[in-house]
């Protein structure tokens, strides 16, 4: 089965899925490199020229792509959970949801200090009304919901794979 991160911007779910791939030696993806690959351009390319409608429908083209995958750690684009058909993709061989959570004051914090732009989170207010939006989503389709609030990204990985282990081992 797959193990797919899921959570707000700055979740740290690239870095955790990276590292977690290594610990498990499984192979790891990431949908924004897979939506860029797709499109030749970079997200905020992509948001800027086409819309965030455009970006979307990239994320279920690679979620379908991702359809027949198995054992791999999946780190997805934050917006993933606005369609609830990719997540349905990535999961389709069977998947654990890990969604990776934490306060919006700690994600702003790590997004200001990341050089990559993120198109929706320029505005902070409107980051803010997002993350509310999406945090019963998160929780509504996550498996398990880990915290990164003062953890270190290896920290997190050994928590979920006590949690894998416990649950499915
Ligand atoms: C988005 C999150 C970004 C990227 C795009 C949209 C979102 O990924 O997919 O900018 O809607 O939350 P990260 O969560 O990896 O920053």
């Known amino acids: ?73 999946i780190a997805t684009g934050g917006g993933v959970v606005l369609n609830k058909l990719i997540l349905d993709y990535l999961t389709h061989k069977g998947g654990i949801i890990i969604y990776l959570d934490a306060t919006f004051e700690t994600l702003r914090l790590r997004v200001k200090s990341h050089s990559r732009p993120r198109p929706l989170f320029q505005d902070v207010s409107k980051a803010k009304e997002l993350y509310r939006f999406r945090l019963p989503i998160y929780k509504k389709y996550a498996d398990v919901t880990v915290t990164t609030e003062h953890k270190r990204p290896k920290q997190i990985v050994s928590t979920i794979i006590s949690y894998i282990s416990k649950t499915y081992l």
């Open 1 to 73: 089965m797959n193990i797919v991160l899921i959570g707000f911007m700055g979740a740290g779910k690239t870095t955790v899925a990276r590292l977690l791939a290594q610990r498990l030696n499984l192979k790891w993806v990431d949908t924004d490199d897979l939506v860029e690959d797709r499109a030749g351009l970079k997200t905020h390319e992509i948001f800027h020229t086409f819309g965030e409608v455009r970006y979307r429908e990239l994320e279920i083209e690679v979620g379908k792509l991702l359809q027949g995958s198995m054992e791999l750690v």
